[in-house]
């Protein structure tokens, strides 16, 4: 076994489909399903299935799943180290994981004042979701993550440092020209005739829940792979969308927002390994802190310059 094969399974994995594996790895498609074949002649189990969506592991392909993702961390760091060092700059990279929302939203703005006070810090940014971001901790590929705790919340590990930055009201973003748009908060009962878009589980499972309580059920016609595509939905006026309101004022100029009536609500969470934490974890987790509080809810709905314009013609 190499770690071609090694990585070519994991990304197969991650991906959940051999032809984009094969994009992103730069090989043929045939060429990612022969190393994967390998390995399962290797093993003597399979370790993929194939289902309606793509391929996802089998149970056995899980458990090598999670070994061979720490395997090729260590192989990835391993490498950076001794380039780093070559290149005259022995220093410990910070890698730092996050959700979409907030790698788009309060991550960049605490690195920043991190990079600010503490001079040149040599990091990255990753992002994914909560589950995949502790897996990453866990097995030493991540220094730090910013998490949510949305269903199906996150495991307690001792191996963890976990800690609570506050609670995230979840809010409705709209394309520009909603009739509801910029207006005072909405129950949810006013947006059962809608359509909605969603881009995870997670997210989804906040809005069924909370139109549930309400005694209507919220339409999720449409799927995003991922938070632009869903953003891109809602803007084109095909659908709307619930979004973390710590997203604020990093949203395109091209949608709005209206505040909920008793939102729902996901708390966010810092994660760090016990063991051998990073020297600049702890200063950036206080400013962290600071970029969440400043981005929390309780002022006026997201309205960009051009919805004003836009309404009034």
């Given at each position: ?17 051999l ?45 090598f ?43 960049p703005v ?8 503490a ?53 409705v973003?709209?394309p ?5 748009a910029?207006?005072a908060?909405?129950?949810v009962?006013a ?29 999720i ?19 709307i ?10 949203l ?62």
């Open positions: 076994m190499t770690l071609t094969s090694w990585r070519a399974f994991v990304t197969v994995c991650r991906l959940g489909s032809s984009a594996a094969a994009d992103e790895l730069g090989y043929t498609q045939s060429a990612v399903s022969r190393q994967i074949a390998g390995l399962e002649r290797e093993f003597g189990v399979p370790l993929v299935e194939r289902h309606a969506r793509g391929v996802r592991p089998t149970p056995a392909g899980e458990v799943r999670r070994h061979a993702t720490a395997a090729l961390t260590e192989a990835d760091r391993a490498v950076r180290a001794v380039r780093d060092l070559r290149d005259g700059a022995p220093v410990r990279r910070l890698a730092v994981g996050a959700t979409p929302s907030l790698a788009a939203g309060i991550v605490a690195i920043r004042r991190l990079l600010d006070t001079g040149t810090v040599l990091w990255s940014l990753s992002p994914g979701l909560s589950l995949e971001l502790y897996d990453r901790v866990v097995s030493g590929d991540l220094d730090l993550a910013v998490v949510t705790d949305a269903p199906p919340g996150l495991p307690d590990d001792p191996r963890l440092e976990r800690r609570f930055l506050g609670m995230d009201e979840m809010v973003v709209l520009l020209g909603h009739p509801l910029g207006g908060p909405v129950r009962q947006l059962a005739d809608q359509t909605w878009v969603e881009d995870n589980e997670g997210s989804a499972a906040l809005l069924r829940q909370h139109a549930a309580r309400a005694g209507v059920t919220a339409r016609d449409l799927a995003a792979a991922d938070l632009p595509g869903k953003l891109a939905l809602v803007a084109a006026g095909h659908a969308a619930l979004m973390p309101g710590v997203l604020g004022g990093a395109r100029t091209d949608v709005t927002t209206v505040a909920l009536v008793d939102p729902p609500t996901r708390g966010i969470h810092t994660l760090t390994p016990r063991r051998d934490p990073h020297p600049c974890s702890a200063p950036l987790l206080d400013l962290l802190v600071t970029a969440f509080g400043a981005s929390r809810p309780g002022r006026p709905a997201h309205r960009p310059a051009e919805a004003g314009a836009h309404e009034r013609d």
